[in-house]
């Protein structure tokens, strides 16, 4: 085993859900002790920063359930089964703002919570082509809003935007833009 | 009703573990609809950026099992009961980093997957104070390294740090010492 390496030794499913599965594991691990991991299985997602012709960035409000409390963050959505990501992005972007994007740059994965979560997001940026309208999902409700790059930047160091993957893109934005 | 809020309805516990819990709870949606939501319990923790004399940031590579990959993170840890964001930060940075730290900064609140996990990461900054020694959890294995701020952005950019916090935390810090 590698140093840092932890090896599977049992698995069990705890829950079989709609969106997550969740399993408790027995690992080894390479300093010779055995370990109890608990993992959610999560398919995943990606995240969209959309830039309009006047350098404003599509952003979603909504409720959060698993905070109880609102939030402001860039669009996004799960990945659909044998999906990938690029196609994911290009979807949900349509079904959250109406507009279809172009010049579409990958920015790389970001995970949230590696320690018990295999989510892993996938991380975009677009600039906005024609409009074909919003279609939502049923137990969807949003609202849009627009925001130039330092207003999002602002708003983080504020903490009106708390969501890990709209802080991570606003700056990783930021940084793609510092370089050009 | 708020225009997005949503009411829980009913609340099933499908799993209690060792360090999450699992509910699947009916809600009410502002639009008139009902949803059900999965919601994974989490107890949060805290993340630090603590900086020694040399402005070089303490990071801990280690293996993350919900990943099946080693990270390279900022020092972190869950909150036990009862204990305030600040007093686990500062339990948590002796034991990783063996450094206490001093003039600590509260750079924010962060979540990671707030559709479905109610986990918070409290964010802190500090700079390094005397040693006085590291001890890990047995089921603990880890190596410290350290970087600058641009070397630790840079990693960013190259992907080789992929974990929400480490990206917010690393961006936050650099903010904040660009206002000074």
């Known amino acids: 085993m590698k140093p840092l390496e932890e090896k599977q030794l049992s698995a ?3 829950y079989k859900g709609r969106i997550i599965n ?3 594991d027995e690992a080894q691990i390479a300093n010779g002790n055995k370990a109890w991991r608990e993992v959610v299985e999560h398919p995943g997602g990606v995240g969209i920063a959309l830039e309009d012709n006047d350098g404003k960035f599509f952003m979603v409000r909504q409720y959060r359930y698993g905070i109880s409390h609102e939030t402001l963050e860039f669009p996004a959505g799960k990945r659909e089964l044998g999906e990938n990501d690029l196609l994911t992005a290009k979807r949900e972007i349509v079904e959250e703002t109406g507009y279809e994007g172009k010049n579409w740059i990958y920015l790389g994965e970001m995970v ?3 320690a018990y979560d295999s989510e892993r997001i ?3 940026y677009a600039q906005v082509d024609k409009y074909v309208g919003q279609h939502f999902d049923e137990d969807e409700n949003i609202i849009l809003e627009k ?3 330092d207003e999002l ?3 983080i160091m504020k903490q009106e935007i708390i969501d890990a993957k709209t802080i991570a893109m606003t700056f990783m934005v930021k940084e793609l833009k510092n370089k050009k």
Do not use: E, N
Request: net charge positive; aromatic share 16%.
């Open 147 to 149: 925001y130039s790059l």
């Open 122 to 124: 996938g991380m975009y």
């Open 153 to 155: 930047v602002d708003l």
């Open 112 to 114: 949230p919570t590696p």
């Open 22 to 24: 969740v399993r408790l």
């Open 12 to 14: 069990t499913y705890k």
